[in-house]
């Protein structure tokens, strides 16, 4: 009878395991689908965004010889009376400001551009689906895309340091690295609930690649940190997590042969550290 027990308990661990991990392919699934639709909305804005910046440059070009056609103006005999009445309007119409406002205004809509275009770039590296296979990847590169992604979690929030070593190209699946990026970057920015700071060191030993994520938030309570790992555990409120984000992101750091630990002190902070080899 007493063996019949303990085979039953082994059915029922072994049932949990299989549907862990059905759930988990299920959301590896989701963020997959979900990176193919980011990939085609980048691709669908792209576009447009091409033709927005280049006739910002072009309008740029075209008021430039605008203007040089005005001083031009300025510079020719005109009777005093036009004159005065040419300075009047100017005046009126605060020609002076409107001309520096323009010049000012088409600059910052260019640097906007320019960002749109980097985080759609971004979004493009970070979703496309072939490249989750196994190729030389810039781990750097790849965390940078991550926090340009997320940047609404952490402007005019957090500080971002960012303390990059000389790393080599690391031999990996990038596209699933930067699902573990994602994780701990946003969960970082959870934990600190008005300013703070975040940490990124990046550093290689040998044949190993270190990554060390550093925050300044609430910590981690002694007596959970040794649950956060476990499928579906979180302590974030209903709708706002799923559990699932540090155990695939452990999932996906043991598939790379590599580890992942964390040291965290209540109202303190937390680092996560994570090791890769460098060609697994």
């Known amino acids: 009878m007493e063996d019949i027990n303990h085979s039953s308990d082994n059915e029922d661990k072994g049932e949990q395991k299989d549907s862990d991990l059905k759930k988990e392919s299920a959301h590896i699934e989701k963020m997959v689908i979900l990176g193919e639709l980011l990939g085609g909305i980048a691709h669908e804005i792209s576009n447009p965004l091409s033709f927005l910046r280049s006739n910002l440059v072009n309008l740029n070009k075209f008021l430039n010889k605008i203007y040089e056609l005005l001083e031009y103006y300025e510079q020719v005999h005109i009777p005093f009376a036009d004159k005065e009445?040419?300075?009047?309007?100017?005046?009126?119409?605060?020609?002076?400001?409107?001309?520096?406002?323009?010049?000012?205004?088409?600059d910052i809509s260019l640097v906007g551009a320019d960002r749109m275009k980097t985080i759609l770039q971004d979004i493009k590296f970070f979703s496309k689906p072939d490249r989750d296979i196994m190729e030389e990847a810039d781990i750097n590169a790849a965390i940078d895309s991550t926090l340009?992604?997320?940047?609404?979690?952490?402007?005019?929030?957090?500080?971002?340091?960012?303390?990059?070593?000389?790393?080599?190209?690391?031999?990996?699946?990038?596209?699933?690295?930067?699902?573990?990026?994602?994780?701990?970057?946003?969960?970082?920015?959870?934990?600190?609930?008005?300013?703070?700071?975040?940490?990124?060191?990046?550093?290689?030993?040998?044949?190993?690649?270190?990554?060390?994520?550093?925050?300044?938030?609430?910590?981690?309570?002694?007596?959970?940190?040794?649950?956060?790992?476990?499928?579906?555990?979180?302590?974030?409120?209903?709708?706002?997590?799923?559990?699932?984000?540090?155990?695939?992101?452990?999932?996906?750091i043991k598939r790379h042969r590599g580890e992942i630990s964390v040291k965290s002190k209540e109202n303190e902070g937390t680092t996560f550290i994570l090791t890769i080899p460098i060609n697994p």
């Open 148 to 252: 340009n992604i997320m940047v609404n979690e952490y402007k005019n929030r957090i500080t971002i340091k960012k303390e990059y070593g000389n790393i080599p190209l690391v031999k990996c699946r990038i596209i699933a690295l930067n699902q573990v990026f994602m994780n701990l970057l946003i969960n970082a920015c959870y934990a600190i609930k008005d300013k703070g700071e975040i940490r990124i060191r990046t550093s290689v030993d040998k044949s190993t690649i270190k990554i060390e994520i550093n925050d300044t938030g609430s910590g981690i309570p002694e007596y959970i940190i040794n649950h956060i790992f476990d499928p579906y555990f979180t302590t974030k409120p209903v709708g706002l997590g799923t559990g699932l984000g540090l155990s695939i992101s452990r999932d996906i």
């Open 85 to 106: 009445h040419i300075e009047k309007k100017k005046e009126e119409i605060n020609y002076a400001y409107i001309k520096s406002r323009i010049v000012e205004i088409i």
